[in-house]
């Protein structure tokens, strides 16, 4: 047999109903901030561009951030670089919203 507080969260409607009470205002900005970082840094990341021209002739290859959609020549997509990053944004957005998370007591 369940407790009776059990049943009540046993059925969500929705994930507001999920997350709402248990993630205060501050956290929820903290989240929204750090999804659109992260949606940001997948739109713009880092490529590994050939710097072979008459401009770099030595200088190998270098990085630069460019659209997703529109990479330069033969650049390659850093996914390492990018993971990294990600996760970045990830331990910092977590550590930001277990600081502002209230404390009962």
């Known amino acids: 047999m369940l407790p009776p507080f059990y049943k009540e969260r046993l059925f969500y409607s929705s994930i507001e109903d999920t997350v709402g009470s248990t993630v205060n205002k501050k956290q929820k900005t903290v989240l929204a901030i750090a999804l659109a970082l992260m949606a940001i840094a997948g739109l713009f990341p880092p490529w590994d561009v050939p710097r072979n021209n008459y401009y770099y002739p030595y200088s190998g290859s ?31 957005a977590t550590a930001v919203m277990v600081l502002t998370k209230n404390r009962k007591g």
């Open 62 to 92: 270098g990085r630069e951030y460019d659209s997703l959609f529109s990479p330069r020549g033969a650049a390659t997509l850093v996914i390492r670089e990018l993971a990294v990053e990600w996760l970045v944004i990830l331990f910092v």
